[in-house]
């Protein structure tokens, strides 16, 4: 898998109790950096 270089500070800012942005290109790995943030966490 591709090491994401914002993957950490999206991780630390998660559940700060802010909304988070994530904006971008069409299919430049937006969901799927997403989908692999959140596959880890519990629920």
Known sequence: MIKRILEQRIRDRVFTGKAIILMG???AG???LLNTIFS???R
Do not use: L, M, Y
Request: aromatic share 0%.
């Open 30 to 32: 937006k969901t799927t």
């Open 25 to 27: 290109p069409r299919q």
């Open 40 to 42: 880890n966490e519990p």
